[in-house]
């Protein structure tokens, strides 16, 4: 069975569904990558990129000191597998493995997802499954934790990336799409895909969370949920549609990294570097927009596209530079994981701590001084970002101050998403939209609380006050 990207996920969503055993195995030029499936359940992946070693995978999520990485390679050339020699040469333990092999997995299925037309295909069949290891995840789950990785890394193709034109129901997403486990915001972003829709106004009526509007609309074209058209459908999209393509790349090249100028992974070879350049030349070099058909205008927005090609495929097409650039990124991203691992240390006391600041900004809240109380708050939520109450509470004093109430909607959506069966951060999060002046965001709040609460006579008045 061969699939192209745009059918990986019906391919792996009929492999759940039949319950199928075997390996889905992909290719990108010299990299290669694989899902073991046991029982339509992912048991584990693989892949020969560097970066996707399991060993290099739990180094960087601090699970394995760099000092066992001698020791790990060397039981490996004795015959061990990856996780055996993991858990012997690393001393971490089960859980610990099993986190690790859940990040791999989702960040090669990431990659499946990122790539433009890998060649698949799958073995059935038990014979292939080399490991004892089984994470018994649902393809559905990883499938949409995959999509919000592609997004969040900024690897979304950039025929993906949804910055102008209309957004319409995916021909194909009936195929068992819609049963992906979407989060609620997700679901809600789909649900007002039902017919073309213009992707200023569907960005509109999307609340910012987490997850900016621009991001849930991405995820959902990862998926296959939706489509992006450049014209609305029946319209000819011509030069107008070339026009809006090199707009939408300018915009995306801006803040993309020289990987994702030219659409390749960070660990692919030279020649696929080569590649990509080349089919960039062939569609935007300069010299293809000479003619009168085309106004100077779009000739300049050209040219200057083509300054962010040939940048990206001198520095990533030359060996020397190109270990110059990625010692630039690690040095980057090395930085913001200290940044942030400063930022994570909880203790005994803290826990004390973050107990006596919430009193506080309770009692503050209740006497209606919401500065004092966003300020004993915030710092709860920020001490541990994890509790759902912290969110919601500051979200309902910073909805009291003004200036704050685009916070405010912050806060609430994440508690939500912390726990989605609040009723109360329903509610506060559909008066805060009352409040601005968005009532039909406020509606779906409210019909919302009363899913949990068909009873309730506020959500029921503050709805009928709307309609």
């Given at each position: ?322 270990a110059e650039y990625d010692a630039e990124r690690a040095r980057n991203s ?134």
């Amino acid at each position: 069975m061969q699939e192209n990207r745009p059918n990986l996920v019906d391919a792996l969503l009929e492999i759940h569904r039949s319950r199928q055993t075997g390996i889905l195995r992909a290719e990108m030029g010299s990299i290669k990558k694989q899902l073991a499936i046991r029982g339509g359940l992912l048991a584990y992946a693989e892949s020969n990129a560097p970066d996707d070693h399991l060993v290099r995978v739990l180094v960087r999520m601090k699970l394995v000191n760099r000092t066992a990485l001698h020791t790990i390679a060397s039981m490996m050339k004795g015959g061990m597998t990856a996780d055996q020699a993991v858990l012997r040469g690393a001393k971490i333990g089960a859980a610990d493995l099993q986190e690790g092999l859940r990040e791999q997995a989702v960040s090669i299925l990431a990659t499946l997802l990122a790539w433009a037309e890998p060649k698949i295909r799958f073995y059935p069949g038990d014979r292939f499954l080399r490991k004892l290891v089984n994470l018994t995840a649902p393809l559905p789950e990883m499938i949409v934790l995959a999509a919000r990785r592609v997004v969040s890394d900024h690897r979304a193709p950039s025929s993906l990336c949804p910055f102008r034109g209309y957004l319409v129901p995916a021909v194909a997403a009936d195929n068992g799409r819609r049963d992906l486990p979407l989060s609620s915001v997700e679901a809600f972003a789909l649900s007002i895909v039902q017919g073309p829709i213009p992707i200023e106004e569907a960005i509109a009526v999307l609340p910012s969370g987490d997850a900016q509007p621009v991001e849930l609309i991405q995820r959902l074209l990862v998926l296959g949920l939706i489509d992006l058209q450049a014209t609305l459908p029946g319209e000819g999209a011509g030069k107008g549609a070339r026009s809006q393509e090199i707009d939408d790349l300018l915009v995306r090249f801006e803040t993309a990294s020289l990987y994702e100028v030219l659409s390749v992974p960070p660990e692919a070879p030279e020649a696929d570097i080569k590649t990509a350049y080349h089919e960039l030349a062939r569609k935007y070099h300069p010299d293809r927009f000479q003619s009168a058909e085309h106004s100077p205008e779009l000739r300049t927005r050209v040219e200057k596209l083509f300054t962010y090609v040939n940048r990206a495929y001198s520095t990533l097409g030359d060996a020397l530079t190109r270990a110059e650039y990625d010692a630039e990124r690690a040095r980057n991203s090395n930085q913001l994981d200290s940044a942030l691992q400063a930022r994570s240390s909880t203790d005994a006391d803290q826990e004390k701590m973050v107990d006596g600041l919430y009193r506080t900004g309770r009692i503050a809240l209740a006497k209606g001084d919401y500065e004092r109380a966003v300020t004993h708050l915030k710092e709860c939520v920020w001490l541990r970002p994890e509790i759902a109450k912290f969110h919601h509470y500051l979200g309902v004093a910073q909805s009291g101050i003004v200036r704050l109430r685009k916070e405010a909607e912050k806060h609430l959506l994440r508690a939500l998403e912390l726990d989605s069966t609040s009723l109360d951060s329903y509610m506060e999060l559909g008066k805060l939209y009352l409040k601005v002046e968005l009532p039909k965001r406020a509606a779906v709040q409210f019909e919302q609380a009363l899913r949990w609460d068909p009873g309730n006579a506020e959500a029921l008045r503050l709805l009928s006050s709307i309609k």
